[in-house]
């Protein structure tokens, strides 16, 4: 794993409290070619799980504070990891929100369930989020390594595979950044030809946000995160660069957008 990515590389895991964000930093910690990650989230000092895993990383592990729908918090985020490490190799935006009570967050079964607020935050955080994030931290790219910005989508935010209906907000919002994670592959293929833009499918995985839904998936279908996070990485030290702006599901296919 990782043997793609130069030795001494840099990762920083967006969304690592909890599911396949945290997943991503234990397994990041444990690659050798890694020597650092940079772990955010909204509230570092609640992230038990991360604060046991910096404990143990001896100063492989910074954890800083980013809310994806607070644009400041995202640059000082960039600042308080400047101050850490300069570069970056591989950052995976992981923050992502399908259902949430004390939100009024619900993914919508028909029209009338459509709720405005509701769209607006599946959006801040599913889609505008991960672009803020290229824009504060594009400068830790400024280097001629290879680099991967690799954000988790879902295969719901296909609309050429989209036969179900339902979940407006989160189908809508997840196809709006496979569509910024496109574009920005394409100004970064002019500016930034070391990194590859990708997102990422990682099929149904057991967090806590497919938990109210796991009834209906199969057996043999539900992904443990070590699992998720395992294939992943693997789609991710095999993107070329000619696979940047695409959209891979975690066995390494394409997925129609
Ligand atoms: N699990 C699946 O079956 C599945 C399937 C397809 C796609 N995905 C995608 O995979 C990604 C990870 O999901 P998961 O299953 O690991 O979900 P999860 O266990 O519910 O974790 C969601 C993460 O997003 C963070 N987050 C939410 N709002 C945020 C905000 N405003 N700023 C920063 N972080 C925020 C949460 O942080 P807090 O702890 O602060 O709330 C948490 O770390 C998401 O993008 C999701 O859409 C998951």
Redo the contacts with the bound molecule.
Sequence with gaps: MFDSFVPESNVLI?????????EFVRQCLAAPRVARVVA????PA??AELQELAKAARGRLHLVA?????EASIAAAAAATHAYVGSLHLLV??????HDAGLGLAPEKRLADVDSAALVRSF???AV?PLLVARHFERFFAHRDRAVFAS?????GSIGDNRLGGWYA?RAS?AAQNMFTRTLAVEWGRSHRNVTCAAL??????????RPFQAGVPAGKLFS?QRTVTQLLGVIDRLRPEDSGQFFGWDGERIPW
């Design positions: 967006q969304g690592a409290s909890r599911g396949i964000g945290l955010t989230c909204r509230v609640a992230a980013l809310d994806v729908t607070d935006n992981c923050a992502g929100v399908l801040s955080v599913n989020g988790i989508s879902a295969k719901v989160y997840k499918h990682p099929g149904t995985t057991d967090t806590d946000l497919s995160v």
